[in-house]
């Protein structure tokens, strides 16, 4: 059978992305892989409220087939994060991997030219690699990306669009400085690339101001992707997608050949959250619990390991990118960690090219301040075999 599967299919492994889900539903493991949010923090009751004022309406319309767009209301509210925005440049999608998905299937075409960080975020570089993409890589540094790679590749491979995630980045929670993003926004005007900027974790800030986005700097040439897994829930399945009134055109027409249209219900659940302030509120909350647990996992860390380890306090997001610097080979490390109890995401798997690597990704959201310290303890025990 597996030879009659595409090649996108065929050549593309198990996706880690599967192995760090399974791995999170194993009850005896205490598991910092994953990006998950802490479901005992969902706003269950609130969702409850507003999904009975919903019923109460008693409006068959909300059940029936609508644009590809997605609900006005809520458009018109993510509409007023941007800066002269209007919701005829947004659309909603069934999450941002699937805004991800659609930019590809509108853009790329055999072999195009795209640019990533070094490291990326996992599940875009697998959708990267299913639209056969020629995935070219530049470093990330801890204040942005490496402009003298970004304006090689710029003006020698003619890009589709170059990924960027430049708030609380996947995997490693670096942050772009202002600088960097206008020198990449320079760039990208300079040589007429398209900047995907996607910013899950850009609500989730626990220190400093508000960012500039690449879609205040440079929006004709932006298409910004944002999310409510990472505040609402996941299942809500609602990301967003913001440009340029002509690319959101095209995308919707992706779209509709993809699945129609989402699902009406949490969308309109969304819009009312934020029209009455609970999504402000529920967000204040949720930064409260996670900056607790950021700091406890530094400060497991930092007395288990002392020196043996280097890593940058992240000022917002959910996951700390260590590097383990006994240890060259990450994944040995995870194996033998999953022995002790716990997991976390080795960092060859953020890498194009797969290359050995000493950093490890580690969430601190999805666990107790219990569970932290004593997985922090267990990697620990893990670590000391490779000292
Ligand atoms: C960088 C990045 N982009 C996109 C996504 C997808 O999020 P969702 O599809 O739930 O909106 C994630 C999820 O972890 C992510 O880390």
Same mark, same amino acid.
Request: aromatic share 12%.
């Given at each position: 059978?597996?030879?009659?599967?595409?090649?996108?299919?065929?050549?593309?492994?198990?996706?880690?992305?599967?192995?760090?889900?399974?791995?999170?539903?194993?009850?005896?493991?205490?598991?910092?892989?994953?990006?998950?949010?802490?479901?005992?923090?969902?706003?269950?009751?609130?969702?409850?409220?507003?999904?009975?004022?919903?019923?109460?309406?008693?409006?068959?319309?909300?059940?029936?087939?609508?644009?590809? =767009?997605?609900? #006005? %209301? @809520?458009?018109? /509210?993510? $509409? &007023?994060?941007?800066?002269?925005? +209007?919701?005829?440049?947004?659309?909603?999608?069934?999450?941002?991997?699937?805004?991800?998905?659609?930019?590809?299937?509108?853009?790329?075409?055999?072999?195009?030219?795209?640019?990533?960080?070094?490291?990326?975020?996992?599940?875009?570089?697998?959708?990267?690699?299913?639209?056969?993409?020629?995935?070219?890589?530049?470093?990330?540094?801890?204040?942005?990306?490496?402009?003298?790679?970004?304006?090689?590749?710029?003006?020698?491979?003619?890009?589709?669009?170059?990924?960027?995630?430049?708030?609380?980045?996947?995997?490693?929670?670096?942050?772009?400085?202002?600088?960097?993003?206008?020198?990449?926004?320079?760039?990208?005007?300079?040589?007429?690339?398209?900047?995907?900027?996607? =910013?899950?974790? #850009? %609500? @989730?800030?626990? /220190?400093? $101001? &508000?960012?500039?986005?690449?879609? +205040?700097?440079?929006?004709?040439?932006?298409?910004?992707?944002?999310?409510?897994?990472?505040?609402?829930?996941?299942?809500?399945?609602?990301?967003?997608?913001?440009?340029?009134?002509?690319?959101?055109?095209?995308?919707?027409?992706?779209?509709?050949?993809?699945?129609?249209?989402?699902?009406?219900?949490?969308?309109?659940?969304?819009?009312?959250?934020?029209?009455?302030?609970?999504?402000?509120?529920?967000?204040?909350?949720?930064?409260?619990?996670?900056?607790?647990?950021?700091?406890?996992?530094?400060?497991?860390?930092?007395?288990?390991?002392?020196?043996?380890?280097?890593?940058?306090?992240?000022?917002?997001?959910?996951?700390?990118?260590?590097?383990?610097?006994?240890?060259?080979?990450?994944?040995?490390?995870?194996?033998?960690?999953?022995? &002790?109890?716990?997991?976390?995401?080795?960092?060859?798997?953020?890498?194009?090219?797969?290359?050995?690597?000493?950093?490890?990704?580690?969430?601190?959201?999805?666990?107790?301040?219990?569970?932290?310290?004593?997985?922090?303890?267990?990697?620990?025990?893990?670590?000391?075999?490779?000292?």
């Amino acid at each position: 059978m597996q030879s009659k599967f595409a090649k996108r299919v065929a050549t593309t492994s198990r996706s880690f992305t599967r192995t760090i889900l399974d791995l999170t539903a194993q009850s005896d493991i205490i598991s910092f892989a994953g990006g998950l949010p802490d479901a005992s923090l969902f706003p269950k009751a609130l969702f409850k409220n507003y999904a009975n004022a919903l019923f109460e309406k008693d409006d068959n319309l909300l059940f029936q087939y609508s644009n590809a =767009s997605g609900v #006005e %209301a @809520l458009k018109i /509210e993510i $509409a &007023k994060q941007y800066d002269e925005t +209007t919701s005829k440049e947004i659309m909603l999608t069934n999450g941002s991997q699937q805004a991800l998905d659609l930019v590809c299937k509108t853009f790329l075409d055999e072999k195009n030219c795209i640019i990533v960080e070094d490291p990326s975020y996992l599940a875009a570089l697998n959708l990267f690699h299913m639209y056969d993409a020629d995935i070219k890589t530049i470093p990330l540094h801890q204040d942005g990306a490496d402009l003298t790679s970004l304006e090689e590749l710029f003006s020698t491979c003619k890009p589709k669009f170059f990924y960027t995630i430049p708030v609380f980045q996947n995997p490693t929670g670096y942050e772009y400085t202002l600088e960097n993003k206008q020198e990449v926004a320079r760039l990208a005007k300079k040589y007429d690339v398209i900047l995907l900027e996607d =910013s899950p974790y #850009e %609500a @989730l800030r626990y /220190e400093g $101001a &508000k960012s500039t986005s690449f879609a +205040t700097l440079l929006p004709e040439l932006t298409i910004s992707l944002g999310t409510f897994s990472k505040t609402l829930a996941p299942d809500f399945r609602i990301g967003w997608i913001k440009a340029p009134h002509n690319i959101i055109e095209a995308l919707i027409g992706s779209k509709e050949s993809t699945d129609l249209q989402n699902s009406k219900f949490f969308q309109h659940i969304a819009a009312m959250m934020i029209q009455n302030g609970d999504l402000k509120r529920h967000t204040q909350a949720l930064i409260a619990h996670y900056k607790v647990k950021r700091d406890t996992m530094i400060q497991e860390l930092e007395e288990n390991f002392g020196e043996s380890i280097s890593f940058v306090k992240p000022k917002g997001g959910m996951f700390i990118w260590v590097n383990f610097k006994n240890c060259k080979d990450s994944m040995q490390l995870f194996e033998s960690a999953i022995q &002790k109890g716990v997991a976390f995401v080795p960092g060859s798997v953020f890498f194009a090219d797969k290359r050995v690597s000493s950093f490890g990704r580690l969430n601190y959201t999805n666990s107790n301040l219990a569970q932290i310290k004593m997985g922090i303890e267990k990697l620990y025990d893990a670590y000391a075999g490779f000292n």
